[in-house]
């Protein structure tokens, strides 16, 4: 019982500070990321929809820049810089933890239903690595949203977020965009009762260096 206390302890530390700008002092405790099911879409995951079989093993380059796949392969879209980092529940930052992210492409369609076919240029599955000072960052696009299971479960713009810390278990989660105006009727932001938390886990994307940043 302890090692699983000890293990929860250090999944909630390992996505603690999600998405979270600045440095907090050792004095602060922060709210963890909420833990948000990874969902059928995960490349590595072939299982699929129940009714819709997954079309696809992982992109050939593994990468934080989801918006190549090939030199000459460019993703459709709006492409945008994301970055962030990963802390514990005290601000410590935590180097080497494994990212990955996930989402659909342009044309609202996951990697894993239809094998990138609808866009060849979008990897659709990105990873990395944190620094020493527990950043991350990818290239990505900016999603739109989509409806499953005919309208039951309806979904704004997101990107699925995996981090992996070592001897915890892999911890799932989502970042949402400030401005999509439709962020209240999605189904697992609408979970994220909290509005601090709920401001955090959806980004502002800036204009700077010719990409939009968040
Ligand atoms: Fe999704």
């Given amino acids: 019982m302890n090692n699983r206390r000890t293990l929860l302890k250090r999944i909630l530390a390992a996505v603690a500070a999600l998405l979270l700008?600045?440095?907090?002092?050792?004095?602060?405790?922060?709210?963890?990321?909420?833990?948000?099911?990874?969902?059928?879409?995960?490349?590595?995951d072939p299982s699929g929809l129940p009714f819709l079989p997954a079309r696809t093993t992982l992109p050939e380059l593994l990468t934080n820049d989801l918006t190549r796949t090939r030199p000459e392969g460019r993703a459709e879209g709006r492409h945008i810089l994301i970055s962030g980092r990963v802390m514990d529940v005290v601000g410590r930052?935590?180097?080497?933890?494994?990212?990955?992210?996930?989402?659909?492409?342009?044309?609202?369609i996951y990697l894993v239903e239809d094998?990138?076919?609808?866009?060849?240029?979008?990897?659709?599955?990105?990873v990395t690595?944190?620094?020493?000072?527990?950043?991350?960052?990818?290239?990505?696009?900016?999603?739109?949203?989509?409806?499953?299971?005919?309208?039951?479960?309806?979904?704004?713009?997101?990107?699925?977020?995996?981090?992996?810390?070592a001897g915890a278990e892999a911890f799932t989660t989502e970042m949402w965009f400030a401005d999509e105006p439709r962020n209240s009727i999605d189904c697992f932001f609408r979970r994220v009762t909290d509005p601090?938390?709920?401001?955090?886990?959806?980004?502002?994307?800036?204009r700077s260096g010719g990409f939009d940043q968040a």
Avoid at 29 to 38: G, H, M, S
Wanted: charge should be positive; include cysteine; charged fraction near 15%.
């Fill in 21 to 44: 700008p600045g440095r907090l002092s050792a004095s602060d405790t922060l709210a963890p990321t909420p833990f948000l099911t990874a969902g059928p879409f995960y490349p590595r």
């Fill in 129 to 165: 690595a944190t620094d020493a000072e527990g950043r991350y960052s990818f290239r990505t696009i900016r999603p739109g949203g989509y409806d499953c299971y005919f309208g039951l479960i309806r979904r704004t713009a997101h990107i699925h977020v995996l981090v992996k810390v």
């Fill in 115 to 126: 094998g990138g076919a609808s866009d060849p240029g979008f990897a659709g599955f990105g």
């Fill in 93 to 108: 930052p935590l180097a080497g933890a494994v990212v990955e992210i996930w989402s659909v492409n342009a044309r609202n």
């Fill in 196 to 206: 601090g938390l709920q401001a955090r886990m959806a980004v502002i994307l800036n």
